[in-house]
């Protein structure tokens, strides 16, 4: 599970790092748009579990797709993978 670990290590260090980009981005804006003042508002509020619980999701739905995706490449590139699969 430490592979796992890592990619979830490595999304988090993505996630802060653009979360300050808007964050920078928003406050510049704030004072001349409403919804830059809201949006501002929201990033400030997320917090480490809100964090933590978005990007497993994250990470597990792109374990899935890619799973779906890898299947799929297989059985339309390998007619003999057709014939081991019963109905």
Same mark, same amino acid.
């Given at each position: 599970?430490?592979?796992?670990? !890592?990619?979830?290590?490595? #999304?988090?260090? $993505?996630?802060?790092?653009?979360?300050?980009? *808007?964050t @920078?981005? &928003?406050?510049? +804006?704030?004072?001349?748009?409403?919804k830059?003042k !809201?949006?501002?508002?929201? #990033?400030?509020? $997320?917090?480490?579990?809100?964090?933590?619980? *978005?990007? @497993?999701? &994250?990470?597990? +739905?792109?374990?899935?797709?890619?799973?779906v995706?890898?299947?799929?490449?297989?059985?339309?590139?390998?007619?003999?993978?057709?014939?081991?699969?019963?109905?």
């Amino acid at each position: 599970m430490d592979v796992t670990r !890592n990619k979830l290590e490595f #999304l988090g260090t $993505l996630w802060d790092r653009e979360k300050s980009i *808007m964050t @920078k981005y &928003y406050f510049s +804006k704030m004072k001349k748009s409403k919804k830059a003042k !809201n949006m501002y508002n929201k #990033l400030v509020v $997320l917090d480490s579990y809100t964090r933590g619980h *978005m990007l @497993k999701a &994250y990470y597990e +739905k792109c374990r899935l797709e890619f799973t779906v995706r890898f299947f799929q490449q297989k059985i339309d590139g390998n007619s003999h993978f057709e014939d081991g699969i019963e109905e």
